[in-house]
Structures are given as structure tokens and as C-alpha cells.
């Protein structure tokens, strides 16, 4: 009787492996919701906040159609620079997070596809030099761009070209996985923003940059939305 009552206070104070397995299962996907839950109320805030800074900014005259949107960020149109570089660094911060954690939802999700993981090593990386290249343009704002603005230049050519080229992976992924739910998504994302970029490229508007800008965020309120759910 006292064997198994001590048998029994063991198996209570000191787990086995298995519950040391379970225990350790518990914790990850616990910890796993809270850090969905601050990386997608991270990117409202961060849209949020832009929202903001351009309703606030017309009122100095600033217009989607005739500014770019690096001009956000210079006090020599707007008085609150310092506000949209702050948007920059936190909108890049959010990104490097969220790369590591789309790089494990779909490496685990879409493993038996073997191009998919290819695709998702390139868009991991290619989304984090858009997300580092974001940050630094809020470092490197127009006026503190360097000799001629060329920080500021590099920045924003690693910004753009990173989010689009991992977009257009991260698309890629989902559209050669048989069972995804974000065919839509990838075909979206593998078209609509490539040619804005080109676009921007050949014209060079600031219209045609916020509509650059802008297809980037409907690309990632989906994707981001389903990654965090």
C-alpha cells in the first residue's frame, strides 16, 4: 500500500517524460498566442497610426497625388517628421517578426511540398530586407538621407524590392501547395503588386508610390490575418 501510494506522489511531483512533453506543448502554443495577438494588433496600430499622420498632414497642404510619401518625413513640408520616421521603424520591426513567424507557419504547414520550401527560405529572406530597409528609412529620412539622399535612396530601393520579392515567394508558396485556403491571396499578391512596382518604376508619381505602398498592405491584412489566426 505505501509502494504504490509513493508510486503514485512520483508520478505527481516528478513528471515523466510525456508529461514533460505536454507541459512543454502547452506553453509554446500559449506563448505562440499572445505573440499572433502583439504582431497583428502591431500591424493595426501600424496602419493606424499612418492613417493618422497622413489625415493630420493635410492640413499643411499634403496631398497623396503631389507629395511622396518619404515627404512625411521631412520637415520641410511637414512640421512632425520625426512621427512618420517613428511609423517606419515600427512598421519594419513588426515585418522582421512576423517573417520568422510566417517562415514557421509555412515551412510546417506546406512541408510536403519541396519547391515550397525554396520559395519560403527566399521570401523569409527577401521580407526581412524589406523589413530592415523599412527601418532604415525611418533612420534615413529625407533630411537626414546622407551625401544626396543616397541612404535614403538604398533604403527605399531595399524596402520596396525586399516587400514585393517576398510577396511574390511567399505567393508563390501558397499558389504550388495543393491545400491552402489563400489561392486568391498568392495569385493576388504574385500580380497586382509586381506591377505597381513597375509602374512606379517607369513613371515615378507619388501617386503611383502610394498605390505601390498600398498593395502591399492589401496583401498583408489577409495573409497576415490568416497567419495569425
Known sequence: M??????????????????RSSRRRWFCIRYERHVKTLLFTGYLLYITMLAFDIAFATCFGYTITSHYISELGTAAVIPFPLFHDSIAILGGCITVLSNFYYFKRLKVQYRRSRSSKVFVKLGFGSGILGAIGYIFLGIFSLDRGGPGGAFHGIAMGCSFGGFIGGIFLYSLNIILTHKCKLKHVGWYGMTFPVMCLVVFMCLGLPLTEWLLLGSILLFLFPFDYYMFK
Open 2 to 19: 505505501e509502494a504504490k501510494v509513493t508510486q503514485v506522489l512520483r508520478s505527481w511531483y516528478i513528471p515523466s517524460g510525456e508529461k
